[in-house]
Each structure stands twice: as structure tokens, then as C-alpha cells.
T-cell receptor, first 113, second 116 residues
Framework: GNSVTQMEGPVTLSEEAFLTINCTYT??????LFWYVQYPGEGLQLLLK?????DKGSNKGFEATYRKETTSFHLEKGSVQVSDSAVYFC????????????FGGGTRLMVKP | GAVVSQHPSRVICKSGTSVKIECRSL??????MFWYRQFPKKSLMLMAT?????????EQGVEKDKFLINHASLTLSTLTVTSAHPEDSSFYIC????????????FGPGTRLTVL
């Protein structure tokens, strides 16, 4: 079956630091990959996505590249802000699985001023 | 982007009572909606897939008689937690699939249920 593994948090950074949150996946076919962000007390918001190998998703300064050879989709940002503090979820979906999302365990990011 | 709402956002109820949570797609039609449960500091666990006009498909280990799902229209799915107990306290999140956006799932803001 499909699975997503992401680094455990919390990740604590100072403002303007470089961020990497690792994500690797196992899938039977050719999944689409996603990063979602959850702010305290809220639902999930799609941050970025990539639908095929070598695609790069980007949004709000965050980037992630779909690496089929390493089955990875690591999230990066060059300079984090306090407002980026949230929980980040890596996820995948496959058409032959009814587009159901499989989530990683989530990584809490705390950015200190 | 597409908007999904949930109501209520928070509910506190007594043990033994039933609670209904609504999930609405506000500006698109969703033949498929999903219900998730999230425990504190944990990931989302898919509970069931709700299909308009048919029975929901429940994930293994989820009691269908306890978590009743109805998807009566293309914009509304409801989750009813029957005879709620304190262990049902959780954050429930729905999502709706938008076929106009390559089947992307859009998430509601979540409902926090506390059973006393």
C-alpha cells in the first residue's frame, strides 16, 4: 500500500533561517504529491503540489521537487518567517486509488523572532 | 479557489448524545467528499469516503453505525456521531473533491468535538 514518511518535529528555527522538511513516499503507481499546511485550530490548506516526476511545486516562497529516483518530495524555504509557524503535512494521491490522500505524520514548525 | 465550510466549528456535548457535523462545498459541486479525524498532534486519519446518492465507504476499523454519513446533495455531506463518548472527542475535518480542478481536494476548517 501507499505510505508517506516525513521527519518528526518539532522543527524550531530562527526567523530568516533556511527550512527543509524531508518527505519520502512509497506508492504502487505514479502518484501526485502535495504539501499541506495547518495553522493552529484550522483545517488544511494546500501549499503546493507536483503531479509528475521532476515537477517543482512552489508557493509563498516554499518549494518542493518531485524526485522519482529517490521517492522524495522535500519541502524547502530559503528564509522562514514567524508567520510560517504551523504543521506541515506531506501527502500523495493516486488515480487508481480513487484520488484518496495518504498523509504523512505531520511536522510542526516553530519560527522564533 | 474552491471553498468548503463546516458547521459547527466547535461543539461540546454530553456523553450519550448525538452530534451532526455539516460539510458544504460553497462554490462547486462535489460528488465525493471525505471525512477525516485528527487526534492531538497527530496526522489525519481517513474515516470514510462519501459519495453523493450512495452509501459511504468506510475505512477499516471505523464503525459505520457510530459514524453515520449522509451525502444527500452535491454540496452537502453530514457526519453524525451517534451516542458520543469522551473517546470520540477529536478534530473532524472534511474535504470535497472538485472535478473542475483536476479532482483536487479542498478542506473544510474542521470541527472540534468535545464529549463530556
Amino acid at each position: 500500500g501507499n505510505s508517506v514518511t516525513q521527519m518528526e518535529g518539532p522543527v524550531t528555527l530562527s526567523e530568516e533561517a533556511f527550512l527543509t522538511i524531508n518527505c519520502t513516499y512509497t506508492a504502487t503507481g505514479y502518484p501526485s504529491l502535495f504539501w499541506y499546511v495547518q495553522y493552529p485550530g484550522e483545517g488544511l490548506q494546500l501549499l503546493l503540489k507536483a503531479t509528475k516526476a521532476d515537477d517543482k511545486g512552489s508557493n509563498k516562497g516554499f518549494e518542493a521537487t518531485y524526485r522519482k529516483e529517490t521517492t522524495s518530495f522535500h519541502l524547502e524555504k530559503g528564509s522562514v518567517q514567524v508567520s510560517d509557524s504551523a504543521v506541515y503535512f506531506c501527502a500523495l494521491s493516486e488515480r487508481n486509488a480513487g484520488n484518496m490522500l495518504t498523509f504523512g505524520g505531520g511536522t510542526r514548525l516553530m519560527v522564533k523572532p | 479557489g474552491a471553498v468548503v465550510s463546516q458547521h459547527p466549528s466547535r461543539v461540546i456535548c454530553k456523553s450519550g448524545t448525538s452530534v451532526k457535523i455539516e460539510c458544504r462545498s460553497l462554490d462547486f459541486q462535489a460528488t465525493t467528499m471525505f471525512w477525516y479525524r485528527q487526534f492531538p498532534k497527530k496526522s489525519l486519519m481517513l474515516m470514510a469516503t462519501s459519495n453523493e446518492g450512495s452509501k459511504a465507504t468506510y475505512e477499516q476499523g471505523v464503525e459505520k453505525d457510530k459514524f453515520l454519513i449522509n451525502h444527500a446533495s452535491l454540496t452537502l455531506s453530514t457526519l453524525t456521531v451517534t451516542s458520543a463518548h469522551p473517546e470520540d472527542s477529536s478534530f473532524y475535518i472534511c474535504s470535497a473533491e472538485d472535478h473542475q480542478s483536476y479532482n483536487e481536494q479542498f478542506f473544510g476548517p474542521g470541527t472540534r468535538l468535545t464529549v463530556l
